[in-house]
């Protein structure tokens, strides 16, 4: 893998102007598999044109807050990721506070006039569901909760939330999680994978939610989220969600890749796996198909890229690895050890 | 069919007895779900005083009588959530109950939100998230008015965690409309249909078994909510029927909510016998009515004028089990022998 040419080579104006006046299809599929390359300048003309809603449905992570600004409200409106970026505040001045799919930034008492005002169809439970969301974060941000509750408060509440209120959220609890990390300092940190558990479920399922939110925030609340402290044994346990790979089917926050990466390659390197088991190669391979997302690898730190080829040889390639890495790390783990895959 | 002899076997003291004292629960559910509703005040208190109260409340929940719900330990309150929802916050207090998680119908939505946080619920247990929803959509609904029409939405969310109390103030909130409706309505027509596994008639089905715990007179006037509509533009109130009402009966409800069905149902049959009486809808309506007049022995406890007015709309039920010699013979006079119980 050559960075420099990669790059150029997906930031091409040429290219992108192509792309974004061709079939939705070809766009989405280039964002997929080049998008975490691309300058903040042509995500910005991306986002400014045509192809507003692919982009804001891939990358709606990497939408430049200015450019929010700018957009007409119609535009806005018809993509809901990029509605709950905005402040009810911001809403207001754009004189759209009826709207029915500004819904994310009604309080309660105004979903209930909702339901009240608009004769819903007996089948819609969203505002429904949404008042016990406003309900349930106005109490955990007065009143806090404790981490073990973190986990059922963001699977109910982020998906009615805008991005004030995630961020309020995940800082309240941010809070708890830090109280914990100071009283659990001696405490060893171990890793598990977790395959089709109700957690990992929960956090695939929210994590397009986090798009909405800053990367620090997208970071806690997978600190948050995936973090369990097992004080009989006195350990921090960080749990991997295997299984996420398939599930992503938009961008997350590149710094929240690196750290289920960094995880993944931590708890390859602990020992927790064999080298020969098929689970192993299993995990090489989901990965691998992170790092492949949006061309993640070609982002990534080279120290980041070098763990991960020492914790999975079996994934070095040229198209993921540069070939001063390849070398280097045929020189760690063994020549033959390196792209056994 | 002989009332008389009917009521005497369904109320033989021994028989009940003695299904009390089975092995299993299945010979009294089997004999609650064919004669539960000739049952005398005695036989129900005397069941529900045993130690089959959980296969009665399920039931014959509607039937408790409110004594014999004093009387009841805590210990069979809390294992019966039908029971709990009975019971007023106070009496839930008095009886030192009223911290045990299991009561949440009596929970405001700040209590609820305590319990998840104090709790942890499993991540797949929803029902805390939107208990919460429905406290708030009740308090707002019983604070402002709400039109008629969001009364299916309100009640599909709030009734299946709301206790009796705040279920009978919702109906009573509503039914202060619809009574205002029905009088600016009084010179529409009134006209019936059937409604076939719409989303309308779906909520109404799911809803009916929360409905045993309020009043017989709150159970009507949900019916009437729920599944009245009014066409201003051709002036006419539409009341709907549910078709498959019959198989989804796993329990008693209201006798009296089972007579107006009933005599929906009949005036739906009168209007298409004569439109189209060889239609399979027809047929498919006879047979879901026959089924509800056979539930707990239904066909027996019905006012002979209700009898015989489903005889009249759906002669090919009328048979000597559903109804009497007496009624058998007239409706053979007035339908003619031929077409009484095709």
Not at chain 1, 60 to 72: K, Q
Not at chain 1, 224 to 251: E, N
Not at chain 1, 282 to 305: D, K, N
Not at chain 2, 245 to 254: E, K
């Amino acid at each position: 893998m050559n960075i420099p040419q990669l790059l150029k080579k997906v930031n091409d104006k040429a290219r992108i102007k192509e792309l974004i006046y061709s079939p939705p299809r070809v766009l989405r599929e280039f964002l997929m598999s080049y998008g975490y390359l691309l300058s903040e300048e042509n995500i910005r003309d991306i986002f400014t044109s045509i192809g507003i809603t692919v982009i804001a449905d891939i990358m709606s992570a990497y939408t430049p807050d200015d450019i929010l600004d700018d957009l007409h409200i119609s535009t806005i409106l018809q993509t809901p990721q990029l509605v709950r970026r905005l402040s009810r505040k911001q809403i207001k001045e754009r004189a759209s506070i009826t709207d029915l799919r500004t819904s994310s930034h009604y309080t309660a008492t105004e979903l209930c006039a909702v339901i009240k005002n608009c004769s819903l169809p007996l089948k819609n439970d969203y505002p429904f569901t949404a008042i016990a969301a406003r309900k349930l974060y106005s109490y955990v941000v007065k009143n806090g909760c404790s981490l073990e509750t973190a986990p059922y408060v963001f699977k109910y509440v982020m998906p009615y939330a805008n991005r004030p209120q995630m961020h309020r959220l995940i800082s309240r609890l941010w809070q708890e999680y830090r109280k914990m990390s100071k009283a659990t300092l001696d405490y060893e940190i171990g890793y598990t994978f977790e395959g089709n558990t109700e957690i990992c479920n929960a956090f695939i399922s929210a994590l397009p939610h986090t798009s909405m939110v800053s990367s620090r925030d997208a970071v806690r609340f997978a600190h948050i989220m995936l973090t369990a402290h097992d004080h009989t044994r006195r350990r921090i346990i960080k749990r991997v969600p295997i299984g996420l790979a398939q599930a992503l089917d938009f961008l997350p926050h590149h710094k929240l890749m690196y750290l289920l990466i960094f995880w993944t390659a931590g708890a390859a390197g602990t020992g927790v796996l064999w080298p020969e088991d098929s689970i192993a190669s299993a995990i090489g391979r989901y990965v691998a198909a992170m790092m492949r997302l949006g061309h993640l690898c070609a982002r990534m730190p080279s120290a980041l890229r070098l763990k991960v080829g020492i914790a999975f040889p079996g994934i070095v390639n040229r198209r993921m690895f540069t070939r001063a890495e390849i070398s280097k790390l045929a020189v760690i783990r063994g020549i033959s050890n390196v792209g056994h895959e | 069919m002989n009332i008389s002899r009917l009521l005497k076997r369904a109320n033989d003291e021994k028989s009940i007895k003695k299904m009390l004292c089975a092995a299993t629960e299945a010979p009294l559910h089997e004999f609650l779900m064919s004669h539960g509703y000739l049952l005398t005040e005695e036989n129900i208190r005397s069941i529900f005083t045993s130690v089959r109260v959980n296969i009665a409340t399920e039931i014959m929940g509607a039937y408790m009588p409110d004594d014999v719900l004093d009387k009841i330990q805590n210990a069979t309150l809390i294992s019966a959530p039908q029971l709990l929802r009975r019971l007023s916050r106070k009496q839930l207090k008095e009886r030192m109950i009223i911290n045990d998680v299991r009561i949440t119908s009596h929970r405001t939505a700040t209590e609820l939100c305590a319990i998840i946080k104090n709790c942890i619920p499993s991540l797949k247990n929803d029902y805390p998230v939107t208990a919460i929803a429905a406290r708030k959509l009740y308090s707002y609904c019983i604070k402002n008015d709400c039109p008629l029409d969001v009364a299916p939405y309100m009640f599909k969310y709030v009734i299946p965690y709301a206790n009796r109390a705040q279920i009978h103030r919702l109906i009573s909130r509503f039914w202060q409309q619809y009574q205002k409706m029905n009088e600016e309505a009084r010179q529409y027509d009134i006209s019936y249909r059937l409604e076939h596994s719409t989303e309308l008639c779906n909520t109404f089905l799911s809803l009916l078994p929360c409905i045993s715990i309020v009043s017989p007179r709150d159970a009507v006037r949900f019916a009437h909510i729920m599944l009245t509509t009014y066409d201003c533009v051709s002036q006419r109130i539409i009341k709907r029927f549910p078709m498959g009402a019959d198989r989804r009966l796993y329990f008693l409800p209201h006798h009296r909510l089972m007579y107006l069905l009933l005599s929906w149902a009949a005036n739906i049959g009168m209007a298409t016998s004569v439109l189209w009486p060889s239609s399979p809808t027809l047929k498919e309506l006879s047979d879901c009515i026959a089924a509800m007049m056979r539930l707990g022995g239904l066909y027996a406890r019905m006012p002979s004028a209700l009898r015989l007015r489903m005889g009249m709309a759906f002669p090919g039920i009328v048979n000597c089990r559903l109804f009497t010699r007496a009624e058998v013979s007239k409706l053979k006079v007035i339908k003619g022998i031929d077409k009484v119980g095709w």
